[in-house]
């Protein structure tokens, strides 16, 4: 069964649909949640967030457009680690376990995730300075517009702006490659 029927079934409330989502996206779910944490959060605490974030795509499901599926399940799960991380201290030490539990999740999606990865930087090699940079602090290191206008000196609104046209562009490229 394809995403998209999977989808159409789990807007029907079939429960059945919500488990095959979780069987497929649990892994990436979990090495999204672990790699968000910078290995921060506790086997337990990944998992939980990987339940809120199935938790939340079946109470969200009519926001999911055709073809989105995992780009809606990515984003709902870089949400929820950062909203676990909010509310969970982190160790001082990272149990081993965990760093084994998230390593077994990235080797499952290994390939697709350095496919992206290539694909993502081909996109934003198309970009010039400053727009590069804001891009990468937005998205990979997950800071504000508020805080890159301040970093880099720039008016709030052109961040903003630049981010704005930024994200249509690689949503282009991305989409042109089938993501």
Known sequence: MNENQIVDKLKKRD?????????????????????????????SDIEEAAADTFFTLWNNVGKVQ???????????????ALDKMRTVKAPEIIDIDDVTLADEYM??????????HKDLCDALNQFGE????????????????????????LKLEAVKSKIKRARA???????????
């Open 107 to 116: 080797i499952d999606d290994n390939i697709d995730r350095q496919v992206l």
């Open 66 to 80: 055709e073809g989105s599926l995992k780009g809606y399940i990515s984003s709902i799960a870089k949400t929820k």
């Open 15 to 43: 429960e059945s649909a919500l488990g095959e989502i979780i069987d497929r996206f649990t892994p990436l779910v979990s090495a999204i949640i672990y790699n968000v944490s910078k290995g921060s959060l506790s086997s």
């Open 169 to 179: 562009k690689l949503k282009a490229f991305l989409s042109e490659r089938g993501y």
């Open 130 to 153: 400053p727009d590069k940079e804001i891009l990468v602090r937005y998205y990979y290191y997950y800071q504000t517009a508020n805080k890159i206008s301040e970093v880099m000196e």
